[in-house]
């Protein structure tokens, strides 16, 4: 896997993200969407990057290679994805919060 989400869970256990995490988070989405991207650049039937054949090691290393390099270009801005999933989020984060903060009442009750 790309990266572990554990660490973008607060401790509370409440099980919503911290909005600090949103663009850690918004960037690891990123890099995997860009991993699989690679990963399917070159095909099942096909030998590989640094593979030949069915040589496990090869097959090992092209993964992990493909997995940094998707972490790497989602950390240098990607296609731009993190930055624009961060802001949906972080808006949808601060016009969920009035509601909550309202007393919990539904409109027009």
């Given at each position: ?11 509370s ?7 600090k ?5 918004a960037q ?5 969407l ?37 972490q ?31 007393g ?6």
């Amino acid at each position: 896997m790309v990266a572990s989400v554990a660490g973008l869970m607060p401790a509370s256990g409440s099980g919503d993200p911290l909005p600090k995490n949103i663009p850690q988070a918004a960037q690891q989405f990123e890099a995997l969407l860009i991993s699989e991207m690679l990963k399917s650049a070159h095909g099942e039937g096909s030998a590989g990057w640094l593979a030949e054949g069915d040589d496990q090691a090869g097959s090992s290393m092209a993964e992990f290679a493909e997995e940094h390099l998707a972490q790497a270009m989602a950390s240098a801005g990607g296609f731009g994805l993190a930055g624009r999933i961060a802001k949906g989020l972080e808006r949808a984060d601060a016009a969920a919060r009035p509601s909550a903060a309202g007393g919990g009442q539904e409109p027009g009750s």
